[in-house]
């Protein structure tokens, strides 16, 4: 018996291999390569010399780093919450039970199968002054104004987060509608029965069984935020004079730009690392939480 | 029999992956059938638009024109060209013949990356001499020949004649009236602005990006400001005269911010001119190809004005290169070489896009003439201001572009900028 097990298991090793490989070519060893590349000075052409340490020193007063670092985790400080409660109320919008439930889940997912370089260009065609959509309607309900959505530090980073928020939100959503559809009736009808208002059913039934998606969910999204670089690139390309930079723009700079890829590693590192501390923060208070 | 299956699906899987993985057809070309004989010379290109196809119909001549080379030409994506072409022939995997701009070449030649012309031109016969010697300057490093100039492209301007007639200001040899004045050129452009209907704009120009920046450059050196940076290709030290670069950039906020003459943050001031709401706007020589296959635009291009006592103009140069390789295959170099003296020789196909040719014979050639519009900036090509020599002009670039949209969005003064530019190249060239 237990030698049939093993046949078995072997069985598996061709249909795993190719993953196995493609995954050790692709992730594994481009994280150690990475991480030598940050101990060098090294160029888009060759390796230079062994510079030790010398690059992360400089990353930490380096005024760049820090300026988009901060940057990346305003993003992140703006996005984060409002996209776990706007998912989540979608999802509950598009679980009632009403007939315009497939039109709801349908809108609310379609921006996210639409790629980067679409919704970047629609939203630049909508928002241009002077003869961009937006504006256009903001002057037909009679207020005289031309706000420049792109060139002004405030409202880029509106721009930028509204973009994101529309173009992502329906996989988080979708996330919410799987746990909402596993949430059993039967916990409904119990509380029916024991005269629960739907205000009660909402906060001690819906709302503590969403709490694990919505830890995932968190999650997902605080590492996914600060990774923000596409949509930013494209729409206001990290300006007005760097005012929206993030940290993957400013490394993807200096890497291809400025020839400095030892840099470059070093400072995704560094991103590296911040995104694995969070991980683990949030993995902890999720174990504890579920003591 | 069904461990034999499952086995051949795994083996079958790794073979697929590592067929991608390889490049087993050696050639970093198109996959086209090279004609017998004959020596193939892999091109990459990163010309996109109008440009694109101009020079594949230069390389169509050239493949029928002779039997002995075949080019194949590649299109390559420009957002990623030079980090392809750098990697590439790093890793002896790169194209026989390359394309460059003027401002990268210094990367290039300082990392070894590009070989030296000089050898081959003689053989097919490239004279130097026929060349530009303001383009030709460029490609110069030690006395030696790194590159073939194809053209020269500067930024100049464009007016509507349709619109700047209807103000008035146009004279009657179809040029704009306004005196080449600091003063002359904003009260030329405030009279569009108020005589012109509200729907109308006086100039068409971005507040952020690079055409501002180059209108920048033009006008530091203009008032005889030169360099950014001096010196060592690898070491330079920074040298902007800030008295100069802060008059030239405070002149360009006033066309924003006091004069009102430009909107900002226009989203495409291309298509504001090419449709006719815009009465001058100002971009590079490239636009020319553009504008003269719109139907009903009526316009002259022609350099920016010479305000402040110099001329100088903001330029960049296409130029051919000839990547190094350790094995580099002689014959296919030559082949390479022979279609850069082909190119060039036929640089009148090139200024169909709107590009100053860079051989001086071609300009005086009937051909070139005879082309409208051209031979109204063709001058620029001899007063243009290059960007400094270095091997930090793309991270330079960047820095100023960066701080000047800073600047021009009126986040900052124009003093902070240059302070925050001077730090920040200082930092770079530092490395």
């Known amino acids: ?291 | 029999m069904k461990k034999g299956f499952s086995g051949l699906i795994g083996l079958l899987f790794v073979a697929l992956i590592l067929a991608a993985c390889s490049d087993d057809s050696g050639s970093a070309g198109n996959d086209v059938e090279i004609p017998e004989g004959a020596t193939e010379v892999v091109m990459w290109n990163l010309f996109g638009g109008g440009d694109a196809e101009y020079m594949e119909d230069i390389v169509t001549e050239f493949n029928d024109s002779q039997e002995e080379y075949f080019v194949n030409n590649v299109q390559q994506e420009y957002d990623e060209y030079y980090t392809k072409l750098l990697t590439s022939v790093g890793s002896g995997k790169g194209p026989d013949l390359g394309i460059a701009h003027s401002h990268v070449l210094p990367e290039l030649v300082s990392q070894g990356l590009v070989t030296n012309i000089d050898d081959y031109a003689a053989d097919v016969g490239l004279n130097w001499d026929e060349f530009n010697q303001n383009v030709l300057d460029v490609t110069i490093y030690d006395g030696n020949n790194y590159a073939v100039p194809i053209d020269t492209h500067p930024e100049i301007m464009f007016i509507n004649n349709d619109l700047v007639e209807e103000a008035g200001l146009l004279n009657d040899d179809g040029t704009p009236k306004f005196e080449e004045t600091p003063e002359g050129f904003i009260d030329f452009l405030t009279s569009l602005k108020e005589t012109l209907p509200e729907d109308k704009m006086a100039f068409a120009f971005p507040s952020t990006g690079e055409d501002p920046y180059r209108i920048w450059w033009a006008l530091y050196n203009q008032m005889g400001g030169e360099n950014l940076v001096s010196g060592d290709l690898e070491n330079p030290t920074y040298a902007l005269d800030h008295e100069k670069a802060i008059e030239a950039a405070k002149y360009i906020y006033d066309l924003y911010h006091t004069h009102e003459v430009t909107p900002l943050d226009l989203a495409d001031f291309y298509s504001d001119f090419q449709s006719g709401n815009a009465a001058v706007m100002s971009t590079g020589v490239w636009a020319t190809g553009i504008w003269e296959t719109t139907d009903d635009l009526n316009f002259t291009p022609m350099p920016f004005p010479n305000m402040f006592g110099q001329e100088a103009a903001w330029a960049s140069s296409h130029t051919f290169v000839l990547p190094y390789y350790d094995d580099a295959d002689e014959d296919s170099q030559k082949g390479a070489v022979e279609f850069m003296k082909f190119a060039t020789d036929n640089g009148a196909d090139w200024a169909r896009a709107g590009h100053i040719p860079a051989k001086d014979t071609v300009l005086e050639s009937e051909e070139f003439k005879d082309m409208p519009y051209r031979s109204e900036y063709a001058e620029v090509a001899d007063y243009v201001k290059y960007v400094d020599r270095t091997v930090h002009a793309r991270g330079i670039q960047d820095i100023v572009v960066r701080n000047l949209d800073t600047y021009w969005a009126g986040n900052a003064t124009a003093e902070e900028v240059f302070s925050m530019i001077e730090q920040e190249v200082t930092d770079l060239i530092a490395e």
């Open chain 1, 1 to 291: 018996m237990i030698k049939k097990q093993w046949i078995q298991d072997l069985k598996a090793i061709p249909f795993l291999l190719p993953f196995f490989v493609a995954y050790m070519i692709f992730t594994i060893f481009p994280i150690f390569k990475g991480l030598e590349m940050s101990l060098y000075d090294w160029t888009l052409v060759r390796k230079l010399e062994f510079v030790g340490l010398e690059n992360y020193i400089k990353m930490f007063t380096d005024r760049h780093f820090w300026r988009t670092l901060w940057n990346t985790t305003f993003f992140v400080i703006l996005t984060t919450p409002t996209m776990v409660l706007l998912a989540l109320g979608l999802a509950l919008l598009s679980n009632l039970n009403t007939k315009l439930k497939t039109f709801f889940r349908g809108s609310f997912f379609i921006p996210s199968i639409l790629s980067v370089s679409v919704i970047s260009f629609l939203m630049i065609f909508m928002l241009q002054p002077y003869n961009g959509l937006v504006n256009n309607v903001i002057q037909m309900l009679g207020i005289d104004a031309e706000p420049k959505w792109m060139a002004d530090q405030g409202l880029a980073w509106v721009t930028i987060v509204v973009v994101t928020l529309w173009w992502t939100v329906g996989f988080n959503m979708i996330l919410f509608l799987a746990a909402l559809q596993d949430i059993p009736e039967s916990l409904y009808e119990a509380s029916e029965i024991d005269g629960a208002s739907r205000w009660d059913m909402f906060k001690y039934i819906t709302l503590p069984q969403l709490i694990p998606i919505g830890r995932v969910v968190l999650l997902l999204q605080i590492l996914a935020s600060y990774k923000v670089f596409a949509q930013i690139l494209l729409i206001t390309g990290g300006g007005p004079g760097g005012a929206t930079r993030p940290l993957i723009q400013y490394i993807y700079e200096v890497g291809f730009n400025q020839n400095n890829l030892g840099y470059a590693a070093t400072m995704s590192y560094a991103l590296f690392f911040i995104l694995l501390i969070l991980s683990i923060i949030q993995l902890k208070s999720q174990r504890s939480g579920e003591n």
